[in-house]
């Protein structure tokens, strides 16, 4: 299959195993889009780890990765990223700012020794950082909107020849922000939006960044994509909850929506 989605990492805050897991899996985001010889990785949560073996075994020598915003689960897994080890692979890195420090800063935080006993300076492939802006990849073009969420933190659209592809790991749902995104992912084939909290869980978090379906549902229902995958899963959720929440969810959506796995991969139309 040479154009695909691969969700490597479906878990949100925090990386799991265990048997109550064994289903939809530990690993925390991370996302391939696979367009035949175009690549773009989003998030570099645990998932990245098999994706980096997988792409030294084929050979990929180029890479943008897009981090939709710098909380560890979305970042926990790039010191371990493999291609970081390899002096002839090109890392192109899309990161929003930090509070008063620049991406290439933040960074040089992670691998600071008392972290990490690699320097950023010293890894061998050449990694460059570059603004959040609409970044073509080939025949893949990628587009960035803010979410809401807890500090700045984006949304993406990756737009195909074929389809159009939402993504929004981390958003709280609010009336004041979700005009905009409506209209940022009204064309999408496909939307992944997360549903993290069920509405009690919601009650005693709100302002943490994460939705239940008494918001996502509306919010779906006014955009109308054509499939509606769930991601991000919350740590405390089993694969029982999982599989309780999404039965629940698709009695009352007419969006044909599903709850998504590590390993799970989407063709996409070539
Ligand atoms: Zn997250
Ligand atoms: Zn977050």
Redesign the pocket.
């Known amino acids: 299959m040479e154009h695909y989605l691969k969700f490597w990492g479906t878990r949100?805050?925090c990386p799991v195993s265990g048997p109550q897991y064994s289903h939809f899996g530990g690993n925390?985001?991370c996302l391939e889009v696979r367009y035949g010889e175009d690549l773009a990785i989003i998030d570099a949560g645990t998932g990245i780890l098999p994706l980096g073996n997988q792409l030294m075994e084929e050979g990929v020598r180029r890479i943008h990765l897009f981090f939709s915003h710098m909380?560890w689960?979305?970042l926990i897994g790039f010191p371990f990223f493999k291609p970081l080890y390899c002096p002839d692979v090109e890392i192109r890195i899309h990161a929003p700012q930090g509070k008063g420090r620049s991406p290439k800063e933040l960074f040089e935080q992670l691998f600071a020794e008392e972290f990490f006993p690699v320097k950023l300076a010293d890894l061998p492939a050449r990694i460059s950082f570059h603004p959040m802006e609409t970044v073509r990849v080939g025949n893949l073009t990628v587009e960035c909107h803010l979410a809401h969420h807890v500090y700045t933190t984006y949304c993406f659209k990756i737009t195909t020849p074929r389809e159009t592809i939402g993504y929004a790991?981390?958003n709280e749902v609010e009336a004041h922000s979700r005009g905009g995104l409506v209209g940022f992912f009204r064309e999408s084939d496909l939307l992944i939006h997360e549903m993290q909290y069920t509405e009690e869980e919601h009650l005693g978090r709100r302002g943490w960044g994460h939705s239940s379906a008494k918001e996502v549902m509306p919010f779906i229902a006014e955009i109308g994509p054509k499939r509606w995958i769930v991601t991000?899963h919350d740590p405390c959720h089993t694969d029982a909850d999982l599989r309780r929440l999404s039965e629940e969810t698709r009695l009352k959506t007419r969006c044909p929506v599903e709850w998504i796995y590590d390993g799970a991969v989407i063709e996409l139309k070539g």
Do not use: A, E, L, V
């Open positions: 949100g805050s925390t985001s909380h689960d979305h790991s981390d991000h």
